[in-house]
């Protein structure tokens, strides 16, 4: 069965190619990042937890750091 493909469906397929290796690609990435997400997660949740423990003063103190005066 050697049928001739029609313009628009060699065009679907061939976008439909690209797509795969696209996201493909894209995946990969993500597998790359995903360790430096969880570390930057992990320091976060470790400044929650050292500012629940912060007295009223050094709560000044980081808002004045963070607004930048």
Do not use: D, N, Y
Not at 7 to 12: G, L, T
Not at 23 to 33: D, K, P, V, Y
Not at 35 to 50: L, V
């Amino acid at each position: 069965m050697t049928q001739t493909r029609s313009p628009k469906v060699k065009r679907i397929l061939q976008l439909e190619g690209r797509g795969a290796a696209a996201l493909a690609t894209f995946e990969s990435g993500l597998s790359r990042i995903a360790p430096a997400r969880h570390r930057a997660e992990q320091c976060f949740q470790e400044a929650r937890a050292i500012k629940v423990t912060l007295a009223p003063c050094e709560l000044t103190q980081l808002r004045r750091a963070r607004s930048g005066v």
